[in-house]
Nanobody, 122 residues
Framework: VQLVESGGGLVQPGGSLRLSCVAS????????MAWARQVPGKGLEWVSG???????YYADSVKGRFTISRDNAKNTVYLQMNSLKPEDTAVYYC?????????????????WGQGTQVTVSS
């Protein structure tokens, strides 16, 4: 299994970024996928999950601002982040679930990408 994130960077408060995670070496369409983030010195925070059937879930901290989506033809999961805040600054990780649905808030991850840095600052 390989998960490769991209799309991070520096953005001003109120700005937008779209993260991408290209998956390979497994049947992408059959598994739920998730995004999580981590600030240095703090624990991993689940951000959003998407079932194999497209149903989506969000942490309260990002609800209404972030949108998760998937393109099974491209083996890619996206995280569209709008109205970004300085507190969104973190390393964002893509994760593959063990299952086709998210049975827990973290979507039962078994594989993780290497992460992409998102910095929200003026």
């Amino acid at each position: 299994v390989q998960l490769v994130e991209s799309g991070g960077g520096l953005v001003q408060p109120g700005g937008s970024l779209r993260l991408s995670c290209v998956a390979s070496e497994f049947t992408f369409k059959s598994y739920a996928m998730a995004w999580a983030r981590q600030v240095p010195g703090k624990g991993l925070e689940w951000v959003s999950g998407i079932h194999s059937d497209g149903r989506t879930y969000y942490a309260d901290s990002v609800k209404g601002r972030f949108t998760i989506s998937r393109d099974n033809a491209k083996n890619t999961v996206y995280l569209q982040m709008n109205s970004l805040k300085p507190e969104d600054t973190a390393v964002y990780y893509c994760a593959k679930s063990k299952f086709h649905y998210c049975s827990t808030s973290m979507c039962d991850p078994d594989y993780w990408g290497q992460g992409t840095q998102v910095t929200v600052s003026s």
